[in-house]
């Protein structure tokens, strides 16, 4: 079955760096367009990165542009995030997700399908 497994959580200090991995299982990682999504206490989901198919094409909010970068060895089967220059307000679980595209209607349709179960992120100031 499909499965997405974060790592690499855990507390860094203000101005620090850490960098999450999301192994996957189940499916053809290569086919996929793979994305970060965070969700910070008592706030909704924020989406941060995505990565498409071969990682040639990357896209990143502007809370976290210049600060973070995403990639993805397909070899692997691993997508990456590694977080930068980090501030209090990055405190968040961290997600990776599946983009599934659907074409109707005349055009393409996007959801997030498979989540993983998510990793802590804790900035100290």
Known sequence: Q???VESGGGLVQ?????TLSCAVSGFTFSNYIMNWVRQAPGKGLEWVSDINWGGSST????SVKGRFTITRDNSKNTLYLQMDSLKPEDTALYYC???FRT??????????D??????QVTVSS
């Not at 203000?14 to 850490?18: A, F, L």
């Not at 074409?103 to 997030?112: K, L």
Request: aromatic fraction near 22%.
């Open 97 to 99: 997700a599946r983009t």
């Open 103 to 112: 074409y109707y209607d005349g055009s393409y349709h996007a959801r997030y």
């Open 114 to 119: 498979y989540w993983g179960q998510g990793a």
């Open 59 to 62: 896209n990143y909010s502007d």
């Open 14 to 18: 203000s101005g620090g760096s850490k």
């Open 2 to 4: 499909v499965q997405l």
